[in-house]
């Protein structure tokens, strides 16, 4: 880490991107809780990126500033009461067009796609934005900031899903417009610079009438993705300091599930895409939807009750642990509010409250002591806290206060216990134990173990094993503890290698490591499960009836050479918790579907082409068999030549 004295005499730490929000106690919005952010978020500055002074980016989410677009219907001598309606929603839109008619033909398009989604357009106009406050790499790329503001067309109804799904089609017809929010509760705002370029690029929020109860601001330093203002967070539900280390599998389990992810979009802003699409696509509260995104670890649900247990199960079934951190997270929709911290806890998140404020930092010391009522304390590894604010009621007729507004705290062990609560009212109780199956002593399992055949080494070659790779592994077998060596591989990439290779060593996991501290054994033992799930995911909607899974403590199906039963590798599997091929087939016979790479392989036909015949053959027995499971043999084909 290197580091160095900024203007406010504090180490530079250049790893760490700063996150900060402020939630008013009595839900009253006030320019305060803008202002007090803002300050809290300059006053990390030392956190953000930096190149030749110019920053990655800083951005805020707020309430919708009433006042102020009361003032601007009022201007334009419209009923300027619409702004307080409570459907009255805004759309910040950032839109890469810096030709005028071209620009003017885009936002035509943009407001049709509005009214085919049921909002009548009140006023749309280019954002007030001082430009001569960007550094000259933001100039370059300065994209037009355009509010719409509009209204349910009819009954003026709408809900948060209306407006998502208005935004995922914007996103599909223009790749060059990004929609950094459109909601009827919050609005984003957000530029290629630091906190200062911020609140000069966008001067309302300086001004007194710009007013809000909740308070979300980031600022980023960019370790993956380049730095365009369309990556700068707040995003339009989260920000995000870390970094999402599981990204390629994250984005194709998303797609999976039908969820249309950012194009070229960084790991931060499809982990709040599949934050909403979970939200939209399942009705789930915010709350919820963070606890399948960030899942306790397996060491953490096995204390927890059985009913817990069933939930997390289900969780892990369906979407499995694939926002994996270093993450410390922010988030708002509505009037609901999560701080958390991911399970490794390798990002810290602090919390706090003043006398008239609740927030949660990068950094405790961002927060003027004088106004604390007790020390900020560092969420724990995993640990979430959520915010339900209840804002004040008024007697329309007689303008009198009927209830005031406060704010409504939930623990970590409340957030699961509500979690429980509409999991079990959305889908009902016992469904892991019905639908999943777990290794079990096969009946036919002998007492006395024979002696493991050998195999034969052109088998063991074909498979990628190297003598040196036995030699290894004979040694742990013998002693009982890992082989020690160098770190990492340096030999060549497996398109490179001219002796056989693993098939999993031509698929590299793409992640967004940067620096983060060892994990010691023990916390990696806890952390870190090798399970996996075979067959059909559960619904998280409970429509329709959970397929049958398999659970596999490790991701092993042991075979012998032959299709007889083994023995010893019921034995040895019965012991580790995972199957044999015949002990599987044997219980999920309807669900799985044998594959054998024989029918399809042609020496004379192109590697390519013999994979493309075998892709084809997969896809039709997924399409025609009712299988879940879907097995390669490869046995004859690595059959040494004088076996067949």
């Known amino acids: 880490m290197s580091s160095k004295m900024t203007r406010n005499n504090v180490p530079e730490e250049s790893d760490s991107c700063a996150i900060v929000a402020f939630v008013k106690k009595d839900g009253l919005p006030t320019h305060g809780n803008v202002r007090r952010t803002l300050m809290a978020l300059d006053a990390m500055e030392h956190r953000t990126g930096e190149i030749n002074f110019e920053s990655d980016g800083a951005g805020i989410q707020t309430d919708i500033p009433r006042k102020v677009w009361e003032k601007t219907l009022a201007s334009r001598r419209m009923n300027a009461s619409v702004a307080n309606d409570p459907y009255f929603a805004v759309a910040h839109l950032m839109i890469d067009e810096p030709n005028p008619r071209r620009l003017s033909a885009l936002i035509k398009q943009v407001l049709a796609i509005l009214q085919k989604h049921g909002f009548e357009i009140i006023i749309h106009q280019k954002a007030k934005t001082m430009p001569e406050y960007l550094g000259p790499k933001a100039r370059t790329t300065e994209p037009v900031f355009y509010q719409i503001a509009c209204l349910p067309a009819q009954f003026r109804v709408s809900t948060d899903k209306q407006t998502f799904l208005a935004t995922l089609e914007i996103e599909r017809q223009f790749k060059q417009v990004h929609v950094a929010s459109f909601s009827k509760n919050s609005v984003v705002y957000k530029v290629r610079g630091d906190t200062s370029a911020l609140m000069r690029y966008f001067p309302e929020l300086r001004h007194p009438d710009f007013q809000s109860a909740i308070s979300l601001a980031h600022g980023r330093y960019s370790t993956n993705t380049d730095s365009i203002p369309q990556r700068a967070q707040m995003f339009s539900t989260l920000g995000h300091n870390g970094e999402i280390n599981t990204i390629r599998r994250l984005e194709k389990e998303a797609r999976q599930l039908g969820f249309q992810l950012v194009s070229g979009g960084s790991d931060s802003q499809n982990l709040d895409r599949v934050l909403e699409s979970f939200m939209f696509a399942f009705d789930l509260s915010l709350m919820e939807a963070m606890e399948i995104l960030f899942q306790p670890i397996w060491s953490e649900v096995e204390k927890l009750p059985p009913r817990f247990r069933d939930m997390y199960a289900t969780f892990r079934r369906a979407w499995g642990m694939l926002a994996q951190g270093p993450a410390a997270v922010i988030a708002r929709q509505g009037n609901e509010i999560v701080f958390s911290v991911d399970a490794l806890g390798l990002r810290p998140l602090w919390f706090g409250e003043t006398e008239k404020e609740y927030f949660a930092s990068s950094e405790k010391g961002v927060v003027d002591l004088d106004t604390m009522q007790c020390d900020p304390k560092p969420l724990a590894p995993g640990e979430k806290m959520g915010f339900l604010l209840h804002r004040q009621t008024i007697d329309l007729n007689s303008e009198a206060l009927v209830r005031p507004g406060f704010v409504e705290i939930f623990s970590y062990d409340k957030i699961q216990r509500r979690a429980l609560h509409t999991f079990e009212k959305r889908i009902g109780s016992d469904i892991s134990r019905k639908s999943l199956f777990f290794a079990q002593p096969e009946p036919s399992q002998e007492r006395d173990v024979l002696p493991v055949p050998e195999t034969p080494e052109t088998i063991l070659a074909a498979s990628g094993w190297s003598k040196d790779d036995l030699k290894s592994l004979l040694a742990m077998a013998e002693t009982g503890r890992e082989v020690i060596g160098s770190t990492g591989y340096d030999g060549p990439l497996a398109g490179f290698s001219t002796r056989p290779v693993n098939l999993p060593e031509f698929f590299k996991e793409k992640v967004a490591v940067v620096t983060n501290p060892a994990i010691d054994r023990i916390r990696e033992h806890q952390h870190f499960s090798t399970a996996v799930f075979l067959g059909g995911k559960p619904s998280l909607t409970g429509k329709e009836p959970p397929p049958h899974q398999i659970f596999l403590k490790l991701p092993l199906l042991l075979s012998t050479d032959s299709m007889d039963p083994s023995p010893v590798l019921s034995k040895v599997a019965a012991e580790n918790a995972i199957f044999t091929l015949n002990h599987l087939k044997n219980l999920a016979s309807k669900d799985l579907f044998v594959l054998d790479y024989s029918l399809?392989?042609?020496?004379?036909?192109?590697?390519?082409?013999?994979?493309?015949?075998?892709?084809?053959?997969?896809?039709?027995?997924?399409?025609?068999?009712?299988?879940?499971?879907?097995?390669?043999?490869?046995?004859?084909?690595?059959?040494?030549?004088n076996q067949h």
């Open 600 to 641: 399809v392989s042609d020496p004379s036909d192109s590697f390519l082409n013999q994979l493309e015949k075998l892709q084809a053959a997969a896809l039709e027995a997924a399409s025609e068999h009712p299988s879940s499971i879907i097995i390669l043999n490869d046995r004859e084909f690595l059959r040494a030549p």
